[in-house]
């Protein structure tokens, strides 16, 4: 095996809207910082998600002054996130309830104007734990409002393997990765116990079984049949279609671009 290397870095500071390609990347007991640190919940506190509204891909994120969560969408005021009202709302995610902090009316009739639904957009508190699934996890690990796992890893090597199969050759960022690996062979993730990135050690917890996000174009919001398609005909196994791995964090730290990765398991 040629020497393995950290060659992309992603974020998704709101869950499910675009995502932030970054140079450095610090991780804190939750996993990549402020990666769904924020999400969208419905009147009834359930998150929302691309999988039934496909134009929150085309609401992009951005840092701005000071550190403030901006959010940008065509037609759209850029609107700037401020401090939460601190008025908490039980929110449901998957089979996890926790309380999360509402962020206002604002934020609330920005993004109902753009994606036509009534909303709430809320943000995780810092005293707000939410545990990873014990079934893959210790009693110490956990998550921010991402599906279940901190961190999620593609090898470059397993999408050009894809493309290779595809017609119209597909962006990283359709599967929304933290993490993307070169140097390997494709589908070399799916033996992966342990690795480490500089001082950091992660576990591999379990394969990605993917939904139909990935699916939608980025660019435009609209749904299409790839790659779900392809990915039927040779990563399908117990009615699931995989591609990538979820993988939990030991400790805090950073990581950069270029970055040795090695597989210790």
């Not at 969408?73 to 996130?81: R, S, V, Y």
């Not at 993988?247 to 950073?254: E, N």
């Amino acid at each position: 095996m040629s020497q393995l290397s950290l060659t992309a870095l992603y974020r998704y500071p709101v869950k499910s809207l675009a995502g932030q390609a970054l140079q450095t990347l610090s991780v804190d007991r939750r996993g990549p910082e402020l990666d769904r640190h924020w999400m969208l919940v419905d009147a009834q506190g359930r998150f929302l998600t691309q999988r039934r509204h496909p134009r929150m891909v085309l609401i992009g994120t951005r840092f701005g002054a000071e550190g403030v969560l901006q959010l940008q969408a065509p037609g759209m005021p850029d609107l700037d996130i401020a401090a939460s009202s601190g008025d908490r709302l039980e929110v449901r995610i998957w089979g996890d309830t926790l309380f999360a902090a509402r962020v206002g009316d604002g934020a609330d009739d920005w993004l109902r104007a753009f994606l036509g639904v009534p909303c709430h957009l809320v943000e995780q508190p810092g005293d707000v734990r939410r545990p990873v699934d014990p079934a893959f996890a210790t009693p110490e690990d956990q998550v921010s409002l991402a599906d279940g796992f901190p961190f999620l890893l593609i090898s470059q090597a397993s999408l050009n393997d894809l493309n290779d199969r595809l017609q119209t050759p597909l962006p990283m960022l359709r599967f929304r990765p933290n993490l993307v690996v070169a140097g390997c062979e494709p589908y070399a993730e799916d033996g992966w116990r342990r690795i480490r990135i500089g001082d950091m050690v992660f576990r591999v917890a379990k394969p990605c079984s993917r939904c139909i996000i990935p699916t939608i174009d980025p660019d435009t919001g609209e749904r299409g049949r790839e790659p779900m398609q392809t990915l039927l005909s040779y990563r399908r196994r117990d009615n699931k279609v995989y591609f990538g791995q979820n993988l939990i964090h030991d400790g805090m730290g950073q990581l950069h671009l270029g970055m040795t990765v090695e597989v210790i398991e």
